[in-house]
Structures are given as structure tokens and as C-alpha cells.
């Protein structure tokens, strides 16, 4: 929408400032205008790299997040607008309340480990703690383990009823 409102300011600018519209107190002045190119600068990376199907999986949520963050902290050369630096800050800010989230969640650890293009090494590569590393891949292996056990107990399960259908049957052929 922004962009849109960028590419259009000619039109939008003599709209709003024609008397006869009662449209004058959306007038934007050439500040206004630098905001929203500034914004329009900012956030279009991120959106953009967001939108892409392949990166919107619960593996790629943490990069997503981290490329994110280094969209909204570059700004190249570009010098931007105290609001638009403002707004850029807390969207940095409420990005890291949401990466702290991730915590709290293990789905988050065990997708991007069990990632084939990750696995334990992408935490290894961005300086986690080694301890935090070590919880992870016991937080794995303590979920492989119920997942094996669960496992194992269908197939007995699943054993046990072939056993019980096979005899069923045998019985019920002599019934004949």
C-alpha cells in the first residue's frame, strides 16, 4: 500500500491538495513523503522475504526471525527518519519478545535440529550456549525415545491383534 502511495504521489498530492475535495488534512508535506519512503525502503525486504512459501515452516521460523531482524537492523547508507528509526526499534523489539517465545516452546528447538539442512550445528555455528546446545539434544533424544516407545507398543499392540484375528479365524473355519 505504501509503495503504491509512493508511486502515485503526484496524483495523491493533487487530490489532497485541492480545497474542493475537503481532503487537505491527508495532505502529506515532503517529511511525510520521506517517511513513507523510508518505510517503504525498510519493510519491503522483509515483507517480501516473508511471503515466500518455502520460508513460512516451523524449521525456518528461528532464521526466519534472525533474517528478519538483520533486514530492520541494516539500513545500508540510506539515513532514515527519526520515526521511521523509531518504528524500526519497536519492531526489533516486539521481533525479540517473540524470539524469546520460541523458549518457552520445544517445537521450535527440535524442528530447526531435526531440519536436515541445520540440525544441532546451526546453534553450534550462531553462538548458543553450550549448555543450551546440550539441553536440546537431550530434549531429542528424550522425545525419540517416547516416540520409539510408543512405537513399540502399537507394533505389540498390532502383533497381539493379527494373533487374535489369526486364531478367531482358525476357529471359526471348524465352526464350518
Known amino acids: 500500500m505504501l509503495r503504491f502511495a509512493e508511486q502515485y504521489r503526484e496524483v495523491i498530492d493533487a487530490i489532497t491538495s485541492n480545497k474542493t475535495y475537503g481532503l487537505r488534512k491527508f495532505e502529506l508535506d515532503d517529511d511525510e513523503w520521506k ?19 518455502a520460508i513460512s515452516t516451523i524449521s525456518n521460523v528461528i532464521s526466519t526471525m534472525d533474517a528478519i531482524d538483520d533486514i530492520l537492523q541494516s539500513r ?9 528509526l523509531r518504528a524500526v526499534a519497536l519492531g526489533r523489539a516486539t ?35 553450550a549448555d543450551w546446545i546440550s539441553d536440546t539434544e537431550n530434549m531429542l533424544r ?14 505389540k499392540d498390532t502383533i497381539e491383534v493379527r494373533v487374535f484375528l489369526t486364531t478367531l479365524a482358525e476357529l471359526m473355519s471348524h465352526l464350518h
Open 95 to 129: 521481533l525479540q519478545r517473540y524470539y524469546q517465545k520460541t523458549d518457552a516452546s520445544d517445537i521450535y528447538r527440535l524442528a530447526l535440529v531435526l531440519h536436515p539442512s541445520s540440525k544441532l550445528e546451526c546453534y553450534r555455528t550462531n553462538g548458543f550456549d
Open 35 to 53: 517517511v513513507v519512503g523510508d518505510l517503504v525502503y525498510v519493510f519491503k525486504t522483509a515483507t517480501l522475504f516473508f511471503s515466500s512459501d
Open 76 to 84: 545500508g547508507d540510506r539515513k532514515l527518519q527519526p520515526a521511521v
Open 142 to 155: 528424550k522425545q525419540y525415545k517416547a516416540y520409539s516407545n510408543r512405537m513399540a507398543k502399537n507394533r
